[in-house]
């Protein structure tokens, strides 16, 4: 006869729930992230007609 209760797992199966580490939804913010900074490189390069390192003055 099998065991009325159920087992409850300890650990999570969904890979969003780790509370630190490369999950998915890290990946998902650092490349939105990286896409914003790209973006705002190339919007600086255009408006301004310098590069990003002559707009700082390091070259």
Known sequence: MP???KT???VSN???TAPWGFTPQSK???GR???IGFL???LLEVFS???VLHFW???
Do not use: D, H, Q
């Open 3 to 5: 065991n009325p209760k």
């Open 33 to 35: 992230f990286a896409m």
């Open 49 to 51: 007609g310098k590069g």
């Open 14 to 16: 969904s890979p969003n």
């Open 28 to 30: 998902i913010w650092n």
């Open 57 to 59: 003055g390091i070259l």
């Open 8 to 10: 409850i797992p300890s």
């Open 40 to 42: 705002s490189v190339v």
